[in-house]
Nanobody
Framework: QVQLVESGGGLVQPGGSLRLSCAAS????????MGWYRQAPGKQRVLVAG???????NYVDSVKGRFTISRDMAKNTVYLQMNSLKPEDTAVYYC???????????WGQGTQVTVSS
């Protein structure tokens, strides 16, 4: 069983930055891909950024150049550095882990990100 625990959300003004963290733990850890999803009120959950075996990354167009996903394999932790935040980035952000393709079976509990003046 794999557990994912997110941290780092909060309230930030437009143009500000936040860093989200997602720590994975559990026996038989065999996650090869991890991603950050977000869900705004009344909208579907969507993939924001993913990181794959070998360090390959991808991003939704709306966050390219502003968000960076990274992974510390030794700590089993994935990060999402979010810069130049906009009000439309407001959402609950979820970490996801997969043994093959995103989305996988493992979800974190979610962390709220609110961008507002």
């Amino acid at each position: 069983q794999v557990q994912l625990v997110e941290s780092g959300g909060g309230l930030v003004q437009p143009g500000g930055s936040l860093r989200l963290s997602c720590a994975a733990s559990g026996s038989g850890l065999s996650i090869s891909a991890m991603g950050w999803y977000r869900q705004a009120p009344g909208k579907q959950r969507v993939l924001v950024a993913g990181i794959f075996r070998g360090g390959l990354t991808n991003y939704v167009d709306s966050v390219k150049g502003r968000f960076t996903i990274s992974r510390d394999m030794a700590k089993n932790t994935v990060y999402l550095q979010m810069n130049s935040l906009k009000p439309e980035d407001t959402a609950v952000y979820y970490c996801n882990g997969a043994t093959r393709f995103l989305p996988g079976d493992y979800w974190g509990q979610g962390t709220q990100v609110t961008v507002s003046s």
